[in-house]
C-alpha cells in the first residue's frame, strides 16, 4: 500500500513566486517523521527539512517551510520566493519512529521554475 | 571532507558478473541504508545497518548482501547481475535509526548490459 502519495508529478512556478508541493502520507502510528528532499539534475540527494508527529509548529528552514496538518495527514512543502536553482525533484518521506525504522518515500513532483 | 561518499561513481558490467558498491560517512552516524532509485525515479529502501546490525532487510533478491566492516563502512554486494538492476544505488546515513534526517552519498549509476 502506499505509504506517501505526491499527487503533482510535474509543476511549473514563475521566479520569485511561491509554490506548494503537496504530499499525504498514510500511517497508524502516533510516533513518525516527515521528510524533504530535494534532488537536482545531476542526481544527488539533499535533505531540506524535517517535521515529527510530535511538533506543535511546523518546521521551517531558510526558504523551506513545511505545512503539517496532522489530521489531514499531509506534510507539504512550501518554498518561497522561488530561484532558478530550485528546479529539481522533490520527495515527501516519512519513518516510523518506533516501528523499526520504515522508511518510504514518495514518487516525486518535477519542478521547474520559469525565469 | 566529504560526508557520505561512494564508489565507483559509474559501474557499467554483464549480466552475470559480480561487483560491489562501497560507502563510507565519516560523520559519526549509527545508521547507514542502501537505496534503490529506478528509472521513474522512484526510491526504495534495501537495507539499513544499525551498529553492525540488519536492521531493516526489504524484499530485495538474495543476490544482493551487505557488509558492513564497521560503523563507518556499507557495502552492497550484488552477484549474478541482471538487466533489472540496473539503477542508480544511494548510500545514505543517519544519527537514529528512523526518525532522523538522513544524508544521502552521490550515488552509483549501476548499468547490466
Known amino acids: 500500500a502506499q505509504k506517501i502519495t505526491q499527487t503533482q508529478p510535474g509543476m511549473f512556478v514563475q521566479e520569485k513566486e511561491a509554490v506548494t508541493l503537496d504530499c499525504t502520507y498514510d500511517?497508524?502510528?502516533?510516533?513518525?517523521?516527515l521528510f524533504w528532499y530535494k534532488q537536482p539534475s545531476s542526481g544527488e540527494m539533499i535533505f531540506l527539512i524535517y517535521?515529527?508527529?510530535?511538533?506543535?509548529q511546523n518546521a521551517t528552514e531558510g526558504r523551506y517551510s513545511l505545512n503539517f496538518q496532522k489530521a489531514r495527514k499531509s506534510a507539504n512543502l512550501v518554498i518561497s520566493a522561488s530561484q532558478l536553482g530550485d528546479s529539481a525533484m522533490y520527495f515527501c518521506?516519512?519513518?516510523?519512529?518506533?516501528?523499526?525504522?520504515?522508511?518510504?518515500f514518495g514518487s516525486g513532483t518535477k519542478l521547474n521554475v520559469k525565469p | 571532507d566529504t560526508a557520505v561518499s561512494q564508489t565507483p561513481k559509474y559501474l557499467v558490467t554483464q549480466m552475470g558478473n559480480d561487483k560491489s558498491i562501497k560507502c563510507e560517512q565519516n560523520l559519526g552516524h549509527d545508521t547507514m541504508y542502501w537505496y534503490k532509485q529506478d528509472s521513474k525515479k522512484f526510491l526504495k529502501i534495501m537495507f539499513s545497518?544499525?551498529?553492525?546490525?540488519?536492521?531493516i532487510n526489504e524484499t530485495v533478491p538474495n543476490r544482493f548482501s551487505p557488509k558492513s566492516p564497521d560503523k563507518a563502512h556499507l557495502n552492497l554486494h550484488i552477484n549474478s547481475l541482471e538487466l533489472g538492476d540496473s539503477a542508480v544505488y544511494f548510500c545514505?546515513?543517519?544519527?537514529?535509526?528512523?526518525?532522523?534526517?538522513?544524508?544521502f552519498g552521490p550515488g552509483t549509476r549501476l548499468t547490466v548490459t
Open positions: 545497518y544499525n551498529n553492525k546490525e540488519l536492521i
Open positions: 500511517t497508524s502510528d502516533q510516533s513518525y517523521g
Open positions: 545514505a546515513s543517519s544519527q537514529l535509526a528512523g526518525g532522523d534526517e538522513q544524508y
Open positions: 518521506a516519512m519513518s516510523h519512529q518506533y516501528n523499526f525504522n520504515k522508511f518510504y
Open positions: 517535521q515529527g508527529s510530535y511538533d506543535e
